[in-house]
């Protein structure tokens, strides 16, 4: 009895130390070494060809700050508060007055108004002297349009759904208005193949601002250094005009409410001013009383529109300076320029992520195949409901047992 019990407790330590052999998964691993050997370098020329086959792109980044009026001198305490989710704009008369707040820049650079407007802005891909390639100018609609590269296996990819759309425009009737319509565009209704240049717009032009600090970041990607370079300087030029239109609005309206009304107060005053010498030229040398009240009539008439003109030239130059004072102005911190190298892709990185993936699928099959994962998984179900023994607990099993073996023997 005393024989099956320490052979039983010798199987149970034998059990749970070989539960999960590590050693064989790393034989198992090591016999397939071959496996490695083909799948690997299959694996990582698949992934240099689809690395090679992405175009190259490049990336410009502008920086400019706002100029903050003494209206929003409050910006720093209300932003603060702002990412507590108080809204304190109304209540410091600061920032509440504001309907175009810098946060919400991203959000105009977003708007198809926005994109629609880059789609005339002209842009130069370079050529090459060398080679006998001129340079050529053509829209940024155009160049998106025509200009782009794309890897070849998105050819094979699209093939289908263009032979679908061709199979299906021979019974769809063609509407004559359609090249017409392709060359005009309306935001309102965009065609098809607008709205795709819109998409790839919106991944291309990337507008944050940060909350803190009020620095609006505007980022063009694109596979030509020199024309994200121009884009981003555009959408820069665009962006501040769009901003001193609507910081300026009110002030411009005024404006030419006060050039109108300087106008007319002008031509009022020249025509008193006229009557006034011809009636003066004419009754030179007549005395009648009523001749010089007539006179005194035209003189006062004539002062009270040049009074009215003084007024209203006064007036005019007091908007010009208004909107010279509602005009913001901006830092450019961060100017655009050419990028010498590019962003992306990095090839090495996917090819060594892509053999990474393999090396462990093809280990996983592996272990699968020569049943280590089973393995694995059952010891730690069958490992669960086995209690394991401390070394005091041991300790005194052994000792029962030799105390019955030694009273057996007595």
């Given at each position: 009895m005393s024989a099956n019990n320490n052979d039983q407790l010798n199987g149970n330590s034998i059990q749970?130390?070989?539960?999960?052999?590590?050693?064989?998964?790393?034989?198992?691993?090591?016999?397939?070494?071959?496996?490695?050997y083909i799948?690997?370098?299959?694996?990582?020329?698949?992934?240099?060809?689809?690395?090679?086959?992405?175009?190259?792109?490049?990336?410009?980044?502008?920086?400019?700050?706002?100029?903050m009026s003494s209206s929003r001198t409050n910006s720093s305490l209300l932003s603060l508060a702002s990412n507590f989710g108080f809204n304190m704009g109304k209540s410091?008369?600061?920032?509440?007055?504001?309907?175009?707040?810098?946060?919400?820049?991203?959000?105009?650079?977003?708007?198809t108004d926005f994109k629609v407007s880059l789609f005339p802005v002209p842009v130069t891909i370079e050529g090459n002297k060398k080679k006998g390639i001129k340079?050529?100018?053509?829209?940024?609609?155009?160049?998106?349009?025509?200009?782009?590269?794309?890897?070849?296996?998105?050819?094979?990819?699209?093939?289908?759904?263009?032979?679908?759309g061709w199979f299906i425009s021979l019974f769809r009737q063609k509407p004559s208005d359609l090249e017409d319509q392709e060359k005009t565009v309306d935001p309102f209704?965009?065609?098809?193949?607008?709205?795709?240049?819109?998409?790839?717009?919106?991944?291309?032009?990337?507008?944050?601002?940060?909350?803190?600090?009020?620095?609006?970041?505007?980022?063009?990607?694109?596979?030509?250094?020199?024309?994200?370079?121009t884009m981003a300087d555009t959408v820069k030029t665009r962006l501040q005009k769009f901003i001193t239109d609507y910081r300026t609005s009110k002030v411009r309206v005024d404006l030419e409410h006060y050039k109108k009304i300087c106008e007319e107060t002008k031509a009022r005053y020249e025509v008193a001013r006229q009557k006034y010498s011809e009636f003066v030229d004419a009754n030179q040398y007549i005395i009648l009383q009523t001749v010089r009240q007539e006179q005194v009539d035209l003189e006062n008439e004539m002062q009270l529109q040049y009074n009215a003109?003084?007024?209203?030239?006064?007036?005019?130059?007091?908007?010009?300076?208004?909107?010279?004072?509602?005009?913001?102005?901006?830092?450019?911190?961060?100017?655009?320029?050419?990028?010498?190298?590019?962003?992306?892709?990095?090839?090495?990185?996917?090819?060594?992520?892509?053999?990474?993936?393999?090396?462990?699928?093809?280990?996983?099959?592996?272990?699968?195949?020569?049943g280590d994962l089973m393995a694995l998984f059952n010891s730690k179900d069958e490992e669960e409901p086995?209690?394991?023994?401390?070394?005091?607990?041991?300790?005194?099993?052994?000792?029962?047992?030799?105390?019955?073996?030694?009273?057996?023997?007595?």
């Open positions: 749970q130390s070989s539960a999960v052999d590590f050693v064989k998964m790393y034989k198992d691993l090591i016999k397939h070494r071959r496996l490695y799948v690997l370098p299959i694996a990582f020329v698949l992934a240099a060809v689809y690395a090679l086959a992405i175009p190259n792109f490049y990336k410009c980044t502008v920086t400019l700050s706002p100029e410091t008369g600061g920032m509440g007055t504001e309907a175009l707040f810098p946060t919400l820049y991203p959000d105009l650079v977003n708007s340079e050529r100018t053509m829209s940024y609609y155009e160049y998106l349009e025509k200009e782009q590269k794309s890897p070849w296996f998105s050819a094979i990819l699209a093939a289908p759904g263009k032979l679908i209704r965009l065609t098809k193949k607008q709205a795709m240049i819109i998409k790839a717009i919106n991944s291309k032009v990337l507008c944050d601002v940060d909350k803190k600090t009020m620095v609006i970041t505007i980022q063009v990607t694109d596979q030509n250094p020199v024309i994200a370079a003109y003084m007024q209203a030239a006064q007036q005019l130059v007091n908007a010009e300076a208004k909107v010279q004072e509602e005009t913001p102005a901006f830092t450019t911190l961060q100017s655009a320029t050419v990028p010498v190298r590019k962003a992306g892709p990095s090839r090495a990185k996917m090819c060594l992520m892509f053999v990474f993936l393999m090396f462990v699928c093809t280990s996983g099959w592996i272990l699968y195949k020569e086995t209690p394991s023994l401390d070394a005091t607990q041991q300790a005194a099993l052994l000792q029962a047992l030799l105390n019955l073996k030694s009273k057996e023997e007595k």
